[in-house]
């Protein structure tokens, strides 16, 4: 039975038993992700991914769209959604802390060219301004030594990288993180993935690991969005081959890779569960070509299930 014909199935079965899947299983941690609700007005599914990506902050166009979108949580025992409307509109869900109870954001400025984090707690609803406290595209946090990553200029400002922010040092650039984007931190704050575009804009970017105390970047293959796992043990990722985009999961190390998700649709932004077992993205599929929805996958068995079913929702934090 083809991967595809399965994840129908799935799609088919009952909410609590989805092929021995049940989702009282799942952890309760929310998700956090980008949503633009029917009822604000559906934007078109372009517009939408024009929103999750960065890049053109300055053109109004974007700068409108983005504005149409929100961020939202969802925890999967229950689907239970809950619109942040506390966060501003067009923010980006960017990270959550170790335990689960605060968000790093980027809230995009007008007339400027990057993302002003803040770290908003979901028990009392307050925020706290990050320092560094602007990106010039994705961030991470974490509690090790090396305490934030962004992507700022390097080389006396004439090129973008990668920048960790280690506690007592202060920002230092990664060596071959120049034009890198896309950073994740791993939990224990001693590892920074993170991808870097190759010459020929229609391969997938390469992705690359550093480490504290060593002195050259690690490849781990190509790639785009990569995270870590909870425990820093996996990373997933999304890879495009044979025409559609799959998500993936490999060791730190970049070995033992295996495709989480094998259809014809695209599937994107992924992020693992805090104990590593499932993994959630967003794909466009099926007969609502014009919305993306969030879906979890089961790593032990492949198992899916669809989480949202109505609006434009992507880029899920877990």
């Not at 991967?3 to 989702?23: E, K, M, S, Y």
């Amino acid at each position: 039975m083809s991967a595809r014909v399965l994840a129908i199935l799935l799609l088919a079965a009952p909410l609590g038993a989805c092929g021995g899947f049940r989702v009282e299983e799942v952890p309760d941690r929310p998700i956090a992700f980008v949503r633009a609700q029917v009822s604000d007005g559906l934007i078109s599914i372009d517009d939408f991914r024009q929103a999750l990506r960065m890049a053109n902050f300055d053109d109004p166009r974007t700068l409108k769209r983005r504005r149409t979108t929100r961020v939202a949580l969802i925890t999967v025992p229950t689907r239970e959604v809950r619109t942040i409307h506390e966060i501003s509109e067009g923010a980006l869900p960017l990270d959550w802390t170790l335990d689960g109870n605060e968000l790093l954001i980027g809230e995009r400025a007008r007339g400027r060219s990057s993302l002003a984090l803040s770290v908003w707690n979901r028990h009392t609803g307050a925020f706290d301004r990050v320092r560094p406290s602007e990106s010039i595209g994705l961030a991470a946090m974490g509690r090790g030594k090396i305490r934030l990553v962004t992507i700022g200029m390097t080389l006396h400002g004439s090129r973008p990288g990668v920048l960790l922010h280690v506690r007592g040092v202060g920002p230092q650039p990664v060596v071959g993180g120049e034009n890198g984007n896309e950073p994740d931190l791993s939990p224990d704050g001693r590892h920074v993935v993170f991808t870097r575009m190759p010459r020929r804009a229609s391969r997938d970017p390469m992705m690359f690991i550093a480490s504290l105390g060593e002195k050259d970047l690690k490849p781990l293959g190509r790639g785009r969005q990569p995270r870590f796992s909870g425990d820093g043990r996996w990373i997933v990722f999304s890879r495009e081959k044979d025409g559609s985009r799959d998500i993936w999961m490999m060791r730190s190390n970049g070995t033992a890779k295996r495709a989480i998700t094998e259809s014809s649709y695209d599937e994107d932004a992924p992020a693992i569960s805090h104990d590593g077992r499932y993994v959630v993205y967003g794909s466009v599929r099926g007969n609502q070509l014009d919305q993306s929805q969030l879906f979890v996958t089961r790593v032990q068995d492949l198992y899916e299930i669809q989480l949202t079913r109505s609006g434009q929702n992507g880029r899920p934090i877990w």
